[in-house]
């Protein structure tokens, strides 16, 4: 309402955008799709099971204001739910086996906890922790000894979680003058890690080897986000940062240092739905490198016109 009077309202109950789960080629063609179309939902972090064969992806309900994760079978395009508490899971992430999926959830506070389920559905969620801060999951590492993960949003750094003996986290990579890490990814043999990492005003990618963390590379050179490898570790993928550009780059691990070659574009991603936490890929890619799951926005019904009226309370005494 205005100083003056005059009444401005919106659409009711107007939707404006969904998300879908599109499938494209390295050129950008889109080739397929996963999941429902139309409705609510918006999915969120969707990751590909090690075989390739499963997608574990959150799926918000506007209506609830809850987000569960949902596994489903690329082949038969069934799927199960694994979360059923009223709250935020989201972020999953695969065993190298793929029996089990780790994700956080917010249930028992404003705060992620990292929890643990079979991903067939079967037995009840397990606490892995919960440390008062952000936990917020990444990557697994390909021995399953080690969950990556991120505890802080703000001032990030890279934790591990291991998980054998006493399972005391400890930090991987710390974020020191200024530079704050991010978005963990373990290479395919698990001696490499790829990931963000925030300096001068931006984001940008870098390989850093594991477990000794010792030496760091710099993969991209205009901004770099959201790593992912191809499955024989001899090509890296990330989002330029600005631009939401899909690029690729060769890599060589064979070696003390990494050889790095020059990042080209593969295709535009837009429009992508954003993600409800920052950590989140809205893309994962198959295993020969040649296909990519995107979470693409959707219009599903027209904007509402803005309608005004003058004079309301004079309708009102009528």
Avoid: C
Avoid at 5 to 32: P, T
Avoid at 274 to 291: C, F, I, K, L, T
């Amino acid at each position: 309402m205005s100083r003056n009077g005059i009444l401005a309202y919106g659409g009711v109950g107007s939707k404006a955008e969904a998300s879908r789960l599109l499938w494209f080629d390295r050129g950008g063609k889109q080739i397929g799709e996963v999941g429902e179309r139309g409705g609510s939902n918006v999915y969120t972090a969707p990751r590909l099971s090690p075989d390739g064969k499963k997608l574990a992806v959150s799926v918000g309900d506007p209506a609830r204001g809850a987000t569960d994760i949902w596994v489903y079978d690329l082949g038969s395009g069934t799927r199960i739910r694994l979360t059923f508490d009223p709250s935020i899971n989201s972020q999953p992430i695969w065993s190298p086996d793929g029996s089990e999926i780790v994700f956080f959830s917010n249930r028992l506070s404003s705060f992620p906890q990292m929890y643990r389920k079979a991903s067939n559905g079967a037995g009840k969620d397990e606490l892995l922790l919960n440390s008062h801060g952000q936990d917020r999951p990444d990557d697994w590492s390909p021995d399953g000894k080690y969950i990556m993960y991120e505890p802080n949003s703000s001032v990030n750094t890279l934790w591990l979680l291991p998980l054998f003996g006493e399972r005391k986290p400890l930090v991987f990579i710390g974020g020191e003058a200024g530079n704050f890490p991010a978005q963990g990814k373990f290479s395919p043999d698990g001696k490499w890690l790829a990931h963000a990492e925030y300096g001068q005003g931006r984001l940008e990618l870098y390989l850093t080897p594991f477990p000794s963390s010792a030496g760091k590379w710099q993969v991209s050179a205009d901004g770099g986000q959201y790593p992912r490898w191809r499955g024989d570790g001899k090509e890296l993928f990330f989002l330029a940062q600005n631009d939401a550009i899909l690029m690729a780059v060769d890599v060589d691990l064979n070696g003390s240092a990494p050889r790095i070659g020059i990042p080209k574009k593969l295709f535009d991603v837009h429009p992508v739905s954003s993600p409800s936490n920052p950590q989140a890929s809205p893309y994962d890619v198959a295993e020969d490198g040649q296909r990519f799951l995107v979470d693409s926005m959707e219009h599903v019904s027209p904007p509402q016109p803005i309608n005004v009226v003058i004079n309301w309370e004079a309708q009102l005494k009528k």
